[in-house]
């Protein structure tokens, strides 16, 4: 019975093993998620649109009237003083050398009427609020946009590794014959020499592409903010020769509707309308500012006969006005106010128009980028047949002695770099034709 139950455990032990062991592995999805919440720039972007808010919230709140309440509490003394002396409309024999003041007031005040600064200065927080936004969601996809190349990079190099693998595997393979042919007078050792080196370089090749696979996803990691030393894996997803042949979008058709979409543009569109309100707002500087005030306010002293609570009522005083502020001479305060505004407008204007021809730019380039991909990708498929036939008749034709190993290591070549031409053009056609819909749709095909 207790060994039977020793054996469960063992089961149960070697079956959760795996699980605990598994390294996780990243899908572009998952890659995109977690850099959206832990990416600290886009943290930032956060916290800006929070500190934007409160000053949405504090002119808001400028629209309402102030209420203050003072108090001032004074010890006075007066060394040299003689009888008869009144104080507050109340006579004393005898008048204290030492002597207590207080006062106390509330007071409050309401702008009417500023040339509707304050209502416009709401606006124009709310659209530095918005561009806040703006500006968080430009972070997001400039992010996802390096994550997504650097991810195509990283399954592109993890299939060239194995190319470069199969590559070594035929080397050795022709080194093993070689020493074979050597042993029995059919090659020389100096034939035999250049098949070692091809190995050497193939294993070369082998460990290249490996690390330039590390060294792809030490930049994804830092792009992701993770530091730890955890194995860090790439789900490998299915890729078809039609996703790198499927149909481009027209360039014209993707600018227009990345002008509409891409937050890029909606900043620089956003700094304009904030430069239209700065404009009013300088402007109504020059206009009179009407205002409402009132307040109460009391005192009392030791000079006073009165107890405290009869001083209190007995000083109690209130008012109310209102105050009429007319601007005549500001000494060219608002004009270069408004001055200002409009050379920022100007300057907003310039960076919209220089944005939308890096945009064009950019997108001209993936069209590019993707159009002749796409053609190098159906010219290396006919190339890799072809050097695979060539490369297999070469390997026959050398084993028979019809051929040499300068030719036989030529056709190898060939073989190679067609494969890895063709790797290469299917995944940066997929990679750019993605990036023309990511800027045309606005969303990343995960």
């Known amino acids: 019975m207790y060994n039977k139950i020793v054996t469960q455990l063992l089961s149960l032990a070697l079956c959760a093993i795996p ?42 709140a ?5 209420l203050s309440a003072s108090t001032s509490q004074n010890i006075g003394y007066t060394p040299w003083i003689t009888s008869g002396i009144s104080g507050d409309g109340y006579s004393k024999l005898a008048v204290d050398k030492t002597y207590y003041n207080g006062n106390y007031a509330i007071s409050s005040n309401w702008i009417l009427w500023n040339g509707n600064q304050n209502r416009n200065n709401i606006k124009l927080n709310q659209l530095v609020e918005n561009k806040a936004v703006i500006d968080s969601a430009t972070t997001a996809r400039n992010i996802q946009e390096q994550i997504a190349q650097l991810y195509v990079q990283i399954l592109y190099s993890s299939e060239a590794i194995k190319v470069n693998k199969e590559s070594l595997e035929t080397s050795t393979k022709n080194e093993d014959r070689g020493k074979e042919m050597v042993q ?74 990345a002008l509409d979409n891409r937050p890029e543009i909606k900043s620089y569109q956003n700094s304009i309308a904030q430069s239209d309100l700065q404009i009013v707002i300088a402007k109504a500087q020059k206009m009179p500012t009407i ?44 004009k270069t106010a408004i001055n200002k505004a409009r050379l920022m407008r100007e300057n907003s204007m310039l960076d919209l128009k220089n944005e939308q021809t890096t945009l064009y730019s950019t997108i001209e380039n993936y069209w590019l980028q993707a159009t002749t991909n796409q053609n190098q990708f159906k010219a290396a498929r006919v190339s890799v047949e072809s050097a695979k036939t060539s490369y297999e ?25 067609a494969q890895q031409n063709e790797l290469q053009s299917k995944y940066m056609s997929i990679l750019y034709i993605n990036m023309l819909k990511f800027y045309q749709e606005g969303t990343l095909k995960r």
């Open 19 to 60: 699980m605990t062991s598994m390294a996780r592995e990243w899908s572009l999805q998952d890659c995109i998620n977690y850099a959206l919440q832990n990416n600290i720039s886009l943290q930032k972007q956060k916290i800006n649109k929070l500190s934007a808010h409160e000053d949405v919230l504090q002119s808001k």
């Open 62 to 66: 400028a629209l309402l009237p102030s």
């Open 184 to 257: 029995v007078g059919k090659m020389s050792k100096a034939d035999l020499a250049q098949l070692i080196s091809q190995r050497a370089q193939d294993e070369y090749n082998v460990v290249s592409a490996e690390s330039q696979v590390k060294n792809y996803k030490r930049q994804l990691k830092e792009l992701l903010q993770i530091t730890d030393d955890k194995d860090f894996n790439i789900a490998i997803p299915s890729t078809t020769d039609e996703q790198a042949l499927q149909q481009i979008p027209t360039m014209n058709m993707i600018y227009n509707a």
């Open 291 to 334: 205002s409402a005030n009132a307040g109460i306010s009391t005192s009392t002293t030791s000079m006073n006969d009165n107890a405290w609570g009869r001083q209190l009522k007995n000083n109690f005083s209130t008012g109310a006005g209102v105050t009429i502020s007319v601007p005549i001479f500001d000494n060219r305060t608002s």
């Open 393 to 417: 008749l070469l390997s026959e034709q050398f084993r028979l002695g019809l051929k040499n190993i300068v030719e036989l290591m030529t056709g190898k070549d060939k073989l190679l770099t």
